[in-house]
């Protein structure tokens, strides 16, 4: 009898505490554990982007991951902002190191290959089938899919051209150009008025390599460069047409219709030189929009745009443009919350599009009738586009891209000649 009562107090003890635990909730777990993003669940994820600082979209990457966090009380991201250029650099190292965060801005094609090829990137298709897919313009994820995944997501489409300052260009007496000809005579108007014609960096390569990219798709034409880059048929940099890129960015230097401080200024310095009225163009994205539209800025409500002008005999046409929707974020296959982090991305790149500089991808965005006059044009120049040619820093992979930016580089700062420049650019061939 004595042994009964002891095991009957036992078992009573047993049930009490177990009961205890479950009032203090630290019943076990069977929401599906740490990574399946139980409803009662409170994870922190990190994320790492670009947008911080002076960027032009800085103000509404904030009020984006400021908006989730406020709108999901069970998940919480933590922001790290990065410089654009360092970045390129840093992310592939921290990837490869598996030392990311669980949720990274990135771009898509060759420049995340190798993340997806070293299985660094989690597949999204089984996070997309909630109707996401249906909210997104056909083609909208194409540079994230890698043989068949889904393995990144954007939040909107840009594209490059020349802003105009219309002020310099009315005192300068010059006319807006649509041909590589009347962009030489206005940069020339522009000169002898005492304006700086073209403003750009070449401190921040990428930014260079814009110019440069928007001069060869027009003097090329985007099919055959889209082959080039791709490694295909069809496309060389041999071809005589890319030399004469490299001779039309040579003439625009040595005329001195680009600023002479190029090597000496980054990104934002030359846009705030053109929002000073400094300068009569300015090669840049289309995310700059609402830097330029800033309180202060000489081009407040009065910018224009332009694609890069056409070139004569030049195999692009007025529709070949650069860009496209090559930005986005990912999620690493190493986050211990994969459903939450899917759940960001989807409510980011969305939102993003939303409040950010970006032309809609996402069907479920409406442009408001405050919309500056210059991001309508750029909407309305390309709906018609007959093809795009994405930047090369961002398409081209690994090594190849450091073997372009520094024949870009050593060529405008007069180390090696177009001949050189050409010899390298074929090392980037198969």
Same mark, same amino acid.
């Given at each position: 009898?004595?042994?009964?009562?002891?095991?009957?107090?036992?078992?009573?003890?047993?049930?009490?505490?177990?009961?205890?635990?479950?009032?203090?909730?630290?019943?076990?777990?069977?929401?599906?554990?740490?990574?399946?993003?139980?409803?009662?669940?409170?994870?922190?994820?990190?994320?790492?982007?670009?947008?911080?600082?002076?960027?032009?979209?800085?103000?509404?990457?904030?009020?984006?991951?400021?908006?989730?966090?406020?709108?999901?009380?069970?998940?919480?991201?933590?922001?790290?902002?990065?410089?654009?250029?360092?970045?390129?650099?840093?992310?592939?190292?921290?990837?490869?190191?598996?030392?990311?965060?669980?949720?990274?801005?990135?771009?898509?094609?060759?420049?995340?290959?190798?993340?997806?090829?070293?299985?660094?990137?989690?597949?999204?298709?089984?996070?997309?089938?909630?109707?996401?897919?249906?909210?997104?313009?056909?083609?909208?994820?194409?540079?994230?899919?890698?043989?068949?995944?889904?393995?990144?997501?954007?939040?909107?489409?840009?594209?490059?051209?020349?802003?105009?300052?219309?002020?310099?260009?009315?005192?300068?007496?010059?006319?807006?150009?649509?041909?590589?000809?009347?962009?030489?005579?206005?940069?020339?108007?522009?000169?002898?008025?005492?304006?700086?014609?073209?403003?750009?960096?070449?401190?921040?390569?990428?930014?260079?390599?814009?110019?440069?990219?928007?001069?060869?798709?027009?003097?090329?034409?985007?099919?055959?460069?889209?082959?080039?880059?791709?490694?295909?048929?069809?496309?060389?940099?041999?071809?005589?047409?890319?030399?004469?890129?490299?001779?039309?960015?040579?003439?625009?230097?040595?005329?001195?219709?680009?600023?002479?401080?190029?090597?000496?200024?980054?990104?934002?310095?030359?846009?705030?030189?053109?929002? @000073?009225? #400094?300068?009569?163009?300015? !090669? +840049?994205?289309? $995310?700059?929009?609402?830097? %330029?539209?800033?309180?202060?800025?000489? /081009?407040?409500?009065?910018?224009?745009?332009?694609?890069?002008?056409?070139?004569?005999?030049?195999?692009?046409?007025?529709?070949?443009?650069?860009?496209?929707?090559?930005?986005?974020?990912?999620?690493?296959?190493?986050?211990?919350?994969?459903?939450?982090?899917?759940?960001?991305?989807?409510?980011?790149?969305? @939102?993003? #599009?939303?409040?950010?500089? !970006? +032309?809609?991808? $996402?069907?479920?965005?409406? %442009?408001?009738?405050?919309?500056?006059? /210059?991001?309508?044009?750029?909407?309305?120049?390309?709906?018609?586009?007959?093809?795009?040619?994405?930047?090369?820093?961002?398409?081209?992979?690994?090594?190849?891209?450091?073997?372009?930016?520094?024949?870009?580089?050593?060529?405008?700062?007069?180390?090696?000649?177009?001949?050189?420049?050409?010899?390298?650019?074929?090392?980037?061939?198969?």
């Amino acid at each position: 009898m004595k042994k009964r009562n002891i095991r009957f107090l036992a078992t009573l003890l047993a049930l009490t505490l177990c009961f205890a635990f479950v009032l203090s909730g630290c019943a076990e777990d069977t929401s599906g554990g740490s990574g399946s993003g139980g409803s009662d669940e409170k994870v922190t994820l990190r994320f790492w982007h670009i947008w911080g600082g002076q960027d032009a979209n800085a103000a509404a990457a904030k009020q984006v991951v400021e908006e989730f966090n406020a709108s999901h009380a069970n998940i919480k991201v933590e922001v790290e902002t990065f410089e654009n250029e360092a970045y390129k650099t840093m992310i592939r190292t921290a990837v490869s190191g598996d030392e990311v965060a669980d949720v990274f801005s990135t771009w898509g094609a060759g420049f995340s290959r190798p993340f997806y090829d070293a299985g660094k990137l989690l597949k999204l298709d089984d996070y997309l089938k909630d109707g996401t897919l249906n909210k997104l313009y056909g083609g909208a994820l194409s540079y994230f899919l890698y043989d068949g995944g889904t393995y990144g997501m954007t939040f909107g489409r840009n594209v490059s051209g020349f802003f105009v300052n219309p002020d310099v260009f009315e005192s300068a007496g010059a006319k807006v150009p649509a041909t590589w000809v009347e962009l030489i005579d206005a940069c020339a108007k522009i000169q002898a008025n005492g304006s700086i014609p073209i403003i750009t960096s070449s401190k921040e390569r990428w930014v260079m390599g814009m110019l440069f990219e928007g001069m060869v798709t027009k003097a090329v034409g985007a099919e055959t460069v889209n082959k080039t880059l791709n490694k295909e048929a069809g496309g060389s940099y041999g071809d005589p047409k890319f030399r004469e890129a490299i001779d039309r960015l040579s003439e625009l230097i040595s005329n001195g219709y680009i600023n002479s401080d190029m090597g000496a200024i980054d990104r934002n310095e030359a846009r705030e030189s053109f929002k @000073n009225g #400094e300068a009569g163009l300015y !090669y +840049m994205g289309s $995310w700059e929009v609402s830097s %330029l539209e800033e309180d202060g800025s000489t /081009v407040q409500g009065k910018a224009d745009w332009i694609p890069f002008p056409t070139i004569p005999g030049g195999g692009g046409k007025a529709t070949d443009f650069n860009g496209g929707s090559i930005d986005g974020i990912v999620v690493s296959a190493n986050s211990k919350y994969p459903e939450q982090a899917a759940t960001f991305v989807k409510y980011f790149c969305e @939102n993003m #599009e939303r409040v950010g500089d !970006y +032309m809609p991808v $996402w069907n479920t965005t409406e %442009l408001g009738a405050n919309t500056p006059a /210059v991001f309508n044009k750029m909407i309305d120049a390309t709906k018609n586009a007959t093809d795009y040619v994405i930047w090369w820093d961002t398409f081209l992979a690994g090594d190849d891209v450091t073997t372009y930016q520094d024949a870009l580089d050593n060529f405008v700062n007069g180390v090696i000649t177009a001949d050189a420049f050409v010899e390298e650019l074929k090392k980037i061939q198969p």
